[in-house]
């Protein structure tokens, strides 16, 4: 075994902020797992006075429901697709990598911007337009970054095209919610939160998982032949839209002619993609969060046909949450931690305390889920709010102390 060696970016020398502007993902994953603690902390103290008034929370405007998805959407989960996004656009491209100038500002936005509108949310009228602002400003540097790359490589990456065109959409999603808060009608919030579900998240988390899963996968599993036809690509942003245009127009009971051939094919890839034998656990959680993805659109297919057949709109949330919960959910984790002890220097391993976090947020998308056909659906709703909180806590206690440390290894970034 090889004697450890000291170095002037030695751990010794202790934790220190300054760290975090080294790199895209050291900034933007700090600031989104600050983000994510901060978003439901606030979420399940609302839940929470509302099922049990044992304290009072005020009810924000716009309404908490609502702005629990804009947050979520927008600000949280938008924070930790920056920092990958900035990190391997370069790498993606064969081209520099960034200057801390271009990132700082987007991550000073989105965690700034968080911060405002939950202090909006608390009772500080002016929060949630500031917070909204500073938001919109970080996602605008954000695309003003990555846009360039995408005439100044010599090549076409479509990975990078696809997870730019989700970016646009996302813009516009942000841009309604700017309308809705500014005045106009509600239908504007309702159009920003489902552009935020169909037309960015869904279409980046499917890309990246398109070019990076398979990759993993060749690298630690022998005889793995990776299989990644563009035409998948095509097909699911083909299906997202045609949900996200059916859910838009409120036509219900024929979203399942999107949401069937969603299904088969998330089944395709899960069936196509998993790796044979045996498997590091890091490369096998991202297979099990990815088999959220045909459990959410079974769901979704379920409650549109009942509806088409009976006029009853059945399951509520549930589908939405399998999506959120149990696919974005338990991906960041497996996505996360890998990126984070690949770029820490450290082996890449999954911890003890990414296995808790993995394993509890399962959990809690059970819990979610059956929250929707519980006696008491606010009394579980509020339990899988403070489930995210104690399933995520130590994890990101643990990442969070590695983003302001030097790199275990001694280089740089």
């Not at 080294?22 to 006075?49: C, D, E, I, K, T």
């Not at 990958?84 to 700034?112: A, K, N, S």
């Not at 980046?204 to 563009?230: C, K, S």
Request: aromatic residues 14%; proline residues 7%.
């Amino acid at each position: 075994m090889d004697k450890p060696t000291t170095s002037p970016a030695s751990p010794a020398l202790g934790l220190s902020p300054r760290l975090l502007a080294q790199a895209p993902h050291r900034l933007m994953f700090f600031v989104g797992a600050s983000n994510v603690l901060l978003a439901m902390l606030w979420w399940a103290a609302w839940l929470v006075s509302s099922r049990w008034p044992v304290f009072a929370m005020p009810q924000p405007q716009p309404y908490a429901g609502w702005l629990h998805a804009f947050v979520m959407q927008y600000q949280m989960l938008a924070s930790f697709i920056f920092g990958f996004l900035l990190t391997v656009f370069p790498r993606w491209m064969g081209l520099v990598d960034f200057e801390r100038w271009r990132y700082v500002p987007v991550g000073l936005g989105l965690f700034g911007g968080q911060l405002m509108t939950l202090l909006g949310a608390m009772g500080w009228s002016a929060g949630i337009v500031v917070g909204l602002l500073m938001t919109l400003g970080g996602w605008i540097t954000a695309l003003a970054t990555l846009a360039p790359l995408l005439w100044k490589e010599k090549g076409t990456t479509w990975h990078a095209r696809s997870c730019f065109a989700a970016l646009v959409l996302g813009l516009l999603g942000l841009s309604a919610w700017v309308a809705f808060v500014l005045g106009a009608p509600p239908i504007w919030a309702f159009v920003s939160i489902k552009l935020g579900s169909f037309g960015l998240l869904l279409p980046i988390y499917v890309t990246v998982a398109h070019r990076m899963f398979p990759f993993f996968a060749g690298n630690a599993v022998p005889g793995y032949a990776p299989w990644r036809p563009l035409w998948l690509l095509g097909a699911l942003w083909a299906l997202a839209l045609l949900h996200l245009a059916l859910e838009l127009t409120h036509a219900y009971a024929w979203l399942w002619i999107a949401d069937v051939p969603l299904f088969l094919l998330t089944a395709t890839l899960c069936l196509r993609w998993w790796p044979n034998g045996p498997k590091p656990g890091l490369l096998a959680v991202l297979f099990i969060g990815l088999g959220w993805l045909p459990v959410a659109f079974v769901l979704y297919s379920a409650q549109s046909i009942g509806y088409l057949l009976t006029g009853v709109y059945a399951l509520g949330r549930a589908p939405a949450h399998a999506l959120f919960v149990g696919f974005f959910g338990s991906v960041l984790v497996a996505m996360v931690t890998r990126v984070t002890q690949g770029h820490s220097g450290r082996a890449l391993v999954m911890p003890k305390v990414a296995w808790y976090a993995f394993v509890a947020i399962q959990l809690v998308a059970l819990m979610r889920i059956g929250a929707e056909f519980a006696r008491d659906p606010m009394q579980w709703q509020a339990i899988a709010a403070v489930g995210w909180l104690v399933a995520l806590l130590p994890w990101v206690a643990r990442i969070g102390r590695i983003y302001l440390s030097p790199r275990t290894d001694g280089k740089p970034g």
